[in-house]
């Protein structure tokens, strides 16, 4: 089984190179037949810059992820992990 575990932290919907820079994690070198390998992606972001959560509302859209996996191997749901409130303006609120 091969899973995804997305973990998403404050950018934009459709974040440019020159805005967000994207690593993929993981907790090993190798991969072991038979056992599940857990994988992050990881946004990193310029200031003031934002990506949306899996269920971003009205305003936007979430990360989509394109896997090109071997036979033989399978991609789970993509799990994320829940937004937090980060402060855009003094008078609003932003949920990413």
Not at 5 to 15: H, I, K, P, R, V
Request: hydrophobic share 45%; glycine share 10%; net charge positive.
């Amino acid at each position: 089984m091969f899973l995804c575990f997305c973990a998403a932290g404050n950018a934009l919907a459709e974040a440019t190179p020159h805005h967000a820079r994207v690593a993929l994690l993981a907790p090993t070198t190798s991969i072991t037949p038979g056992r599940d390998l857990w994988l992050a992606v990881h946004f990193q972001l310029d200031q003031g810059w934002h990506i949306y959560w899996i269920n971003p509302g009205d305003s936007g859209q979430p990360p989509v992820l394109q896997w090109q996996i071997p036979a033989g191997f399978r991609a789970g749901e993509i799990q994320m992990a829940g937004p937090g409130k980060a402060e855009k303006l003094p008078t609003r609120r932003l949920w990413v």
